[in-house]
C-alpha cells in the first residue's frame, strides 16, 4: 500500500458511486489480484518486478497493446496515475486515439534513481517526467512545491489536485493506552513514523530521536529496507504493516509523528496524523511545506538539519499543552478535505481536459479509463 494505491482507490470509489464506467490497465501478471475493483474491470499487462523491491512492478513494452485496448474501451477521458514506463504507453496510445489525458505526478521518480544506486541518470529522468506531461492534455500536482517543479521543467497546463482525508477514521478517539502500552511498556512517550521501508522515506533519520529521553520511537510499515532499519535502530519497535481500524489506532495512539522523508510530493500520513489531532514534524520540501503550518499544526525544519529535527521533537515532548494545541490546530485544518470533495473536483479536471484537449475526444456518454504508471494500483 502507498500514496498512489490509496487515492486511486479513494477514485475508483468515488466514480463507482457517480456510475461512471472505468477500465483500469494495471502491471502485473495473470495470476495477480482481482479482476474487478469498486466496480473497475482490471486488465493486467505483462510487467517485470523491480530487482530492489520486487513488490514494484514495471510494464515495458510497446504501444499497440495499450492502444488496442483503448480503442476497444472508447473512453473519454485517459486517467493517468502515477505515469513513468506504463503511463508513458499510455500517453502515446491515448494521443494517437485523440484521447484526452489527465496526468496525475506523484513520484518523484530521478530523485529516487540516487538512493537506489543509479548515478548520473537523474537529469535523462527528469527529461522522460517533462515529456510525458507535455504530451498530456492536463497534468495535476499534488503541492504548490510540485507545481513549481514542473513549470520549472517547462511543462505548460499544471492544476493542483491535492488529497483527502478519512477524518472519521483517523480521529483522536481511537487512541489506545493498552496499544500504547504494548508498544511502549515503560510509559515512553511514543514517537510514530507511518509509511513504506524504503530508501526514499529517510527512516535512518530517526536514529536522531532514539535516545530522548523518556521517549519511545514506534515505526510502522514494512518494507525492503525493514532488515536493514532493525540493525540501525534497535531501540525502536517496529510493528510491520498496520491497515484499516489498526493503522487508525496506532497514529492516534502517537504523541507526535515525524515524516523523515525529503521527495514526499504530498505526503498522506501528515494528514492522517493530523486529523487524528497528532503535531507533525518534516522537513521544509515538498508536499509537508503546504500541510504542516510550523509552529501552529508542528515544525518543518530545513533539510538535512537533523538537530533540528531532534529539537523539535524535544520541544513537543516536553510540552504536553503545546501537543495538544497543534494537534487540535492539525485536526481543524485538514477536517473539511474530503475524498468525496477531493474527487469531485477530480471529476472537474477531467472535464476540463474533455473540453479543451489537446487531442480529440471521442463521444460515447462519461466513461473514465485509469492507467497506472510505476506503482501497481492495487494492494493485492
Not at 517485470?48 to 483503448?70: D, E, F, S, W
Not at 480503442?71 to 473519454?76: G, I, L
Not at 509509511?195 to 514506534?218: F, I, M, N, S, Y
Amino acid at each position: 500500500m502507498n500514496g498512489v494505491t490509496h487515492s486511486l482507490l479513494r477514485v475508483l470509489d468515488h466514480l463507482a458511486d457517480r456510475g461512471d464506467e472505468v477500465l483500469v490497465i494495471a502491471p502485473g501478471t495473470r495470476r495477480d489480484g482481482p479482476k474487478e475493483v469498486a466496480g473497475a474491470r482490471i486488465v493486467r499487462v505483462p510487467s517485470i518486478a523491480l530487482p530492489k523491491y520486487r513488490r514494484i512492478r514495471v510494464a515495458p513494452g510497446g504501444v499497440t497493446r495499450i492502444r488496442r485496448l483503448l480503442q476497444r474501451f472508447a473512453p473519454d477521458v485517459v486517467h493517468l496515475a502515477s505515469p513513468f514506463v506504463l503511463g508513458w504507453r499510455g500517453v502515446l496510445a491515448a494521443q494517437a486515439l485523440n484521447l484526452p489525458t489527465v496526468a496525475i505526478y506523484q513520484t518523484e521518480v530521478p530523485a529516487y534513481a540516487a538512493r537506489y544506486g543509479m548515478h548520473g541518470i537523474e537529469a535523462m529522468l527528469w527529461n522522460h517526467v517533462r515529456n510525458i506531461h507535455q504530451h498530456s492534455s492536463l497534468t495535476l500536482a499534488p503541492s504548490s512545491y510540485t507545481i513549481d517543479q514542473l513549470e520549472g521543467l517547462g511543462v505548460a497546463e499544471v492544476a493542483l489536485w491535492a488529497r483527502g482525508v478519512d477524518s472519521s477514521r483517523f480521529d483522536p478517539g481511537h487512541r489506545s493506552e493498552a496499544w500504547r502500552r504494548s508498544v511502549a511498556p515503560n510509559g515512553e512517550k511514543i514517537i510514530g513514523f507511518v509509511g513504506r521501508l524504503a530508501a526514499e522515506k529517510q527512516v535512518e533519520d530517526l536514529a536522531a530521536l532514539t535516545d530522548l529521553p523518556g521517549a519511545k520511537v514506534v515505526i510502522v510499515g514494512d518494507g525492503p529496507w525493514r532488515t536493514r532499519l532493525q540493525r540501525l535502530l534497535p531501540e525502536a519497535h517496529f510493528t510491520g504493516f498496520l491497515g484499516g481500524d489498526a493503522l487508525a489506532q496506532a497514529v492516534a495512539s502517537f504523541d507526535l509523528m515525524v515524516a523523515p522523508g525529503e521527495l514526499e510530493t504530498f505526503c498522506q500520513t501528515i494528514q492522517e496524523a493530523m486529523a487524528s489531532e497528532v503535531p507533525v514534524i518534516a522537513p521544509a520540501r515538498g508536499g509537508p511545506l503546504d500541510l504542516v503550518d510550523s509552529s501552529r499544526t508542528g515544525w518543518l525544519y530545513t533539510p538535512k538539519d537533523l538537530g533540528a529535527m531532534r529539537a523539535h521533537a524535544a520541544d513537543l515532548l516536553g510540552d504536553e499543552a503545546k501537543r495538544r494545541a497543534f494537534g487540535v490546530a492539525g485536526r481543524e485544518q485538514v477536517q473539511a478535505r474530503s475524498w468525496k470533495s477531493v474527487c469531485s473536483q477530480l471529476v472537474g479536471h477531467y472535464s476540463r481536459a474533455i473540453e479543451n484537449p489537446a487531442p480529440q475526444v471521442l463521444g460515447r456518454g462519461f466513461s473514465s479509463m485509469v492507467n497506472s504508471g510505476l506503482e501497481n494500483p492495487l494492494p493485492y
